[in-house]
């Protein structure tokens, strides 16, 4: 036999007697996962010791339910037999816990009818088991019953089983009672809340592919790194990795390499498609290089650029950027595959010059910047993907992208709403990729755009002589969509008089041509986009209310720029890496000004506006980074804005000026900031997000 223990989380002396005190048992495992429940290892770790000393057991495990829905052995203390089969639990116990939800204790086993039988308890010698359900899920009213076929959820109502805690005894003691089964089972309702909540932090912080951190949390963890390390004084290191292999598995294998060969107190991340990344805290010039050359070995097809701050000063952004060099010098060189700077010596390697790898650095962020972006929303929206993106982690968006998820793949017609330039046809067409008409043609009409005599003719075609002019036969849209998609852009434009003849396409499926004797039967779907109040439009009797039912069988309405928070920033990055390679600029950013006059501009025009503007910035820029002066938003000197633009702007300024300063004292808590400003807690996330402020950023 041997005991198991793995890494201690609690003295154990806090152990000692917790099976005499079972408020202290609560208080205990509260206080350890309220101060770790982030880290799903620790967590577990944390209350199956917490579970082995207050049951007197012999052993306990903790399973997991697994994307099968079956049971995985995730963590275990206590005593257990040496080589295969040292994860055995009586599966009769625990799978009769499973599928009833609720908890199961067996005093005496061999006084325990069916399961004294069972191979698994004999073979293990078991006297006495405790089994409870893990339980997650959300009860807003209404009653729980143990019967749950009798007093089915109510409305909000909401649990699911995702594992269970075992315990068993297989030396004689005092039996199991009725209380440690309630002991156990309380205990595993604050387990369960730490597990969902670990597990949400993960899919938060984590990329999924690897288990490294997220490049957005890394960035995160830096600039608090930094600003720690400038304050307290100690030396930090950044490693930052680009791999020869550009396939998946092979940054699976890099990353799982990357985590054994870095120290427990690093951080290490996934940067990019092909890329990898880590912070070393505490770790001087030597420290710094030693983990290099050692992830180097591990990893021979990768070029490495690695940076040591013994004094941090400056913004992280600066000390980023300098591993970011490295990296590029280590990219252009021959057989060094390792580059190092440091303040005291500069660049170490086969670029000396501090300056010479900046514009290599710049495409290198720019090709990583634009493959992340592309990569993560691929991976995030993949259900919804098609031939083009839209980018954003708005909620507003999200909510248009996960409707849209919803209805592609039905053929129901939609109707898309929002202002001109918030990438209505772009969002059609994912729609159309998504849709049983996918391989069909993708058709556009713009019905504002087509003068009203031609409107007719260009919707449902002509034969030849129907009018003057009308020499031959002539397919229209409708006959062209055929087998696939039909976009109506626009829609509010059309006539009267054509909307029923719409009406009629839509209802009947088929078409008649101008001059034509026959019913042509056509199969599309009809994909609608309006900037206009259609349902005003019903009222004033210039649409037709039967058409718009049929149109609008789902809608989704595309929030405008203003109203998508740091949603603008991204976009304007992917456009500056865009034009930058176009135009071959070596622009590689915005600066402080630049970034603040993007979140002030009310942007009228939306996201075409926000394109255009940085193409010609990029056109015009002069510097490495795009200034506010490069942008020329309105409301230079000498601008005029109309009044509803100049209003939303001042009121976006002050809202994101307000509130920066009251964000920074309640270090980002929005109940402390809601009860100070008067605001609700959701009205100031809303304000947030519109402003493009991160309430998470403001931590202390």
């Not at 996330?685 to 998470?696: A, F, S």
Request: aromatic share 6%; net charge neutral; proline share 5%.
């Amino acid at each position: 036999m041997r005991e198991t223990t793995g890494t201690p989380d609690f003295d154990p002396e806090l152990l000692k007697g917790l099976e005499k005190n079972r408020w202290r048992v609560l208080y205990l495992l509260s206080g350890f996962l309220n101060s770790r429940s982030v880290d799903l290892e620790r967590t577990l770790s944390g209350i199956l010791s917490v579970v082995l000393a207050a049951t007197r057991g012999d052993r306990a495990l903790l399973l997991l339910k697994n994307e099968e829905g079956r049971l995985d052995v995730a963590g275990r203390r206590g005593l257990f037999p040496s080589g295969e089969g040292a994860d055995r639990v009586s599966w009769t116990i625990v799978q009769k816990v499973f599928e009833t939800e609720r908890g199961l204790h067996v005093p005496s086993v061999a006084q325990a009818g069916e399961l004294a039988g069972a191979q698994s308890v004999q073979e293990m010698k078991i006297r006495s088991a405790l089994c409870v359900p893990l339980l997650s899920g959300v009860f807003a009213g209404g009653r729980v019953d143990e019967d749950r076929r009798r007093h089915p959820p109510h409305l909000g109502e909401w649990r699911e089983v995702i594992g269970v805690i075992y315990v068993d005894g297989t030396q004689e003691r005092e039996p199991y009672t009725e209380d440690d089964l309630s002991l156990l089972q309380a205990l595993a309702n604050i387990a369960a809340t730490a597990i969902t909540n670990a597990r949400l932090h993960a899919e938060a912080t984590r990329d999924a592919s690897t288990g490294l951190f997220s490049r957005r949390y890394y960035e995160i963890v830096q600039g608090k790194i930094h600003a720690l390390a400038r304050e307290r004084g100690f030396p930090y290191g950044i490693l930052r990795l680009t791999l020869g292999d550009p396939g998946e598995a092979a940054v699976v294998a890099a990353g799982r390499s990357l985590l054994a060969t870095v120290r427990d107190s690093d951080i290490a991340a996934r940067h990019g498609p092909r890329s990898l990344a880590a912070i070393l805290p505490y770790a001087d010039g030597a420290d710094t290089r030693r983990v290099a050359e050692k992830v180097a070995a591990a990893l021979p097809a990768a070029r490495i650029g690695a940076s040591s701050f013994p004094d941090p000063g400056g913004e992280p952004g600066e000390a980023a950027a300098q591993a970011d060099r490295a990296l590029a010098a280590a990219c252009e060189a021959g057989a060094e595959r390792v580059v190092f700077w440091s303040p005291e010596i500069g660049m170490e390697g086969p670029r000396a010059d501090p300056l010479a790898g900046l514009v290599t650095a710049s495409e290198v962020q720019d090709q990583e910047r634009l493959e992340t972006i592309v990569e993560e929303h691929a991976r995030a929206k993949a259900r919804l993907a098609g031939p083009a993106v839209l980018l954003g982690e708005s909620p507003a968006l999200l909510a248009s992208l996960d409707r849209a998820r919803k209805v592609a793949p039905t053929g129901a017609a939609v109707l898309l709403g929002g202002e001109s330039g918030t990438g209505k046809e772009l969002f059609a067409r994912l729609l159309h990729a998504q849709s049983p008409h996918q391989g069909g043609p993708f058709v556009v009409v713009d019905c504002g755009a087509i003068p009203e005599n031609l409107l007719e003719s260009e919707l449902f075609g002509h034969e030849a002589g129907a009018f003057t002019g009308a020499t031959s036969q002539h397919a229209g849209k409708f006959e062209r969509a055929t087998g696939g998609t039909l976009f109506l852009d626009e829609i509010g434009e059309l006539p009267l008089a054509l909307q029923a003849k719409i009406l009629r396409a839509v209802q009947e499926r088929e078409i008649e041509r101008i001059g034509g004797k026959h019913p042509i039967a056509v199969d599309v779907r009809i994909l609608a986009a309006t900037n206009r109040n259609l349902e005003e439009e019903v009222r004033a009797g210039r649409f037709r209310e039967d058409l718009y039912y049929r149109l609008n069988v789902v809608r989704i309405d595309l929030p405008p720029l203003r109203e998508r928070g740091r949603d603008i920033l991204l976009l304007a990055e992917t456009f500056l890496a865009r034009f930058a390679r176009l135009y071959r600029k070596p622009v590689s950013g915005f600066d402080e000004g630049a970034t603040g006059a993007l979140f002030r501009h009310a942007w009228p025009g939306n996201v075409r506006e926000l394109e255009n503007r940085v193409q010609q910035a990029v056109i015009l820029a002069e510097g490495l980074r795009l200034t506010a002066a490069d942008l020329a938003l309105p409301g230079a000197p000498g601008a005029v804005e109309s009044y509803k633009t100049a209003r939303n702007r001042a009121v976006a300024e002050f809202e994101r000026n307000y509130l920066i300063p009251v964000l920074t004292r309640h270090a980002g808590d929005l109940a402390a900031c809601a009860e100070v400003i008067g605001l609700s807690e959701r009205r100031i996330r809303e304000i947030c997000q519109r402003v493009g402020l991160r309430p998470r950023d403001f931590l202390a």
